[in-house]
T-cell receptor
Framework: GENVEQHPSTLSVQEGDSAVIKCTYS??????FPWYKQELGKRPQLIID?????GEKKDQRIAVTLNKTAKHFSLHITETQPEDSAVYFC?????????FGAGTRLFVKA | EAGVVQSPRYKIIEKKQPVAFWCNPI?????LYWYLQNLGQGPELLIR????????DSQLPKDRFSAERLKGVDSTLKIQPAELGDSAVYLC??????????????FGPGTRLLVL
């Protein structure tokens, strides 16, 4: 069946460093790729998304890249801060179906 | 603008008991989703509504789970009887339902269920 693989499952970085989270998807029909941040005990919140007709999108310290040929997309966080510590989920949507990755727990050490 | 509202936030029950979760989507959002989130995993879709119609319930365990969205606004998800393996977070999300298949979903805070 369709799936989204997300790596790494855990990522620890020093404050100020960059963090990269990678996802691959199986269904080439996927055309929308949101990223969600979920702090402990709170709701998943959209932080950035990308549609299949663009290869890269940036919003301040956060950027997402998409390689449709390789069915691969990545989240890049620069100049990480302690408040970036959370679980990050990627997702791939096609039709009205959304498949989420298993999540990456990011720790930013002060 | 108020976000997606869910209640209760936490629920502890004994196995074999019934339980119900309530969700009120963002005003004007026609599409409503119920997701199951196990510890350390991403959300998994249980059911999706377009207005009052359940258009995707293929992942809903229909022997014990049921859902309704009678007036196309708020929704209730029920489990009867609950099993130990049902312990998880139940997330509700909504989207506008107008832009087709690239719509952003907005999540509620979830209901954390513990079955003893």
């Amino acid at each position: 069946g369709e799936n989204v693989e997300q790596h790494p499952s855990t990522l620890s970085v020093q404050e100020g460093d960059s963090a990269v989270i990678k996802c691959t998807y199986s269904d080439s029909a996927s055309n929308y790729f949101p990223w969600y941040k979920q702090e402990l005990g709170k709701r998943p919140q959209l932080i950035i998304d990308i549609r299949s007709n663009v290869g890269e999108k940036k919003d301040q310290r956060i950027a997402v890249t998409l390689n449709k040929t390789a069915k691969h997309f990545s989240l890049h966080i620069t100049e990480t801060q302690p408040e970036d510590s959370a679980v990050y989920f990627c997702a791939a949507q096609w039709g009205f179906k959304t498949i989420f990755g298993a999540g990456t727990r990011l720790f930013v050490k002060a | 603008e108020a976000g997606v509202v869910q209640s209760p936030r936490y629920k502890i029950i004994e196995k074999k008991q019934p339980v119900a979760f309530w969700c009120n989507p963002i005003s004007g959002h026609n599409t409503l989703y119920w997701y199951l989130q196990n510890l350390g995993q991403g959300p998994e879709l249980l059911i999706r509504y377009e207005n009052e119609e359940a258009v995707d319930d293929s992942q809903l365990p229909k022997d014990r789970f049921s859902a309704e969205r009678l007036k196309g606004v708020d929704s209730t998800l029920k489990i009867q009887p609950a099993e130990l393996g049902d312990s998880a977070v139940y997330l509700c999300a909504s989207s506008l339902g107008e832009a087709g298949d690239q719509e952003t979903q907005y999540f509620g805070p979830g209901t954390r269920l513990l079955v003893l």
